[in-house]
């Protein structure tokens, strides 16, 4: 059911299911993401049989047809939500909340995908640790509220989540760029050197960033910052976070260093980006 907000009047369309088993799947009117943690699972979904083996994790939408067949040692949680849910941000100004058109599109896409293979995912260990860890802090905010500003911690956890299931799991192969951008992808949050990212693409320094000039027209390090700052535009626009809190979670250890690197990528200031784009979004 529905989430009480205890600071605003309202109800967050949002459930998170510590314990699932799948019996109730899907939900109406609900996206769902599960994460396995043990066992496995097998199932029919929408007609397609699949075996999903810890640990991983599963897309699902309101329309799915779901049948379990067998589970072995099962454990697994989920955290359900309205697609709405990631239409909605708060006016930095008010507090108040209005609906965005610039909506978070990942989410309600993984979990409409047409194939049934591709809401599957598959994880690492270290995605998996991460990914873990976001979702301890979905149910924690679900079931605690730990201040005004929960429902946007869960959008912070809930992009974080989306953003390394789209970039992991694209079509790539075993080259060294691509294992490149595994690594920034798994480890953008944390300090990276080239070095590290070097060791991890089994390549030399001069090929790789000609590798990364060659295909996205930056170096290997300039990469590294442009992405961390366009995960942070996506938060800037779907939460009300701080500028100091958002730098820290995609990796800048300065907010002062951050908002100089933003303001050399978008050519304004995180706040004016934030607020431009929610009037943009609002007038559209």
């Not at 905010?141 to 989306?162: H, P, T």
């Not at 535009?233 to 951050?258: C, P, R």
Request: glycine share 2%; hydrophobic share 45%.
């Amino acid at each position: 059911m529905p989430q009480v907000d205890r600071y605003k009047p309202r109800t967050v369309a949002i459930e998170f299911m510590p314990y699932e088993d799948f019996h109730d799947l899907p939900r109406l009117e609900r996206n769902v993401i599960v994460l396995v943690t043990n066992g496995q699972i097998t199932l029919t979904l929408n007609e397609q049989l699949l075996t999903i083996v810890a640990p991983a994790i599963l897309c699902l939408n309101a329309t799915d047809r779901i049948t379990v067949h067998d589970q072995q040692a099962l454990a697994a949680q989920a955290f359900a939500f309205h697609p709405d849910f990631l239409k909605v941000a708060p006016l930095v100004s008010s507090g108040a909340d209005y609906a965005l058109t610039l909506t978070l599109q990942t989410g309600n896409r993984l979990c409409q995908a047409s194939k049934v293979n591709e809401r599957v995912f598959a994880l690492t260990t270290h995605s998996y640790y991460l990914i873990f860890n976001w979702f301890s802090i979905l149910g924690i905010e679900v079931l605690a509220q730990s201040d005004s500003l929960w429902v946007c911690r869960i959008k912070q956890q809930l992009i974080q989540i989306f953003t390394i299931l789209e970039n992991l799991f694209r079509d790539k192969s075993n080259n060294p760029l691509d294992l490149a951008l595994d690594y920034i992808y798994l480890h953008y949050a944390e300090p990276l050197t080239l070095d590290q990212i070097i060791q991890a693409a089994h390549a030399n320094r001069n090929t790789l960033n000609a590798l990364f000039k060659h295909n996205y027209g930056v170096s290997v390090m300039v990469f590294v910052s442009n992405y961390r700052i366009k995960i942070a535009k996506v938060m800037l626009v779907h939460t009300g976070m701080s500028i100091t809190e958002i730098a820290a979670t995609v990796g800048f250890n300065y907010d002062t260093y951050f908002m100089r690197k933003f303001m050399q990528v978008e050519g304004q200031s995180p706040t004016d980006y934030r607020k431009s784009t929610r009037i943009v979004s609002r007038e559209v």
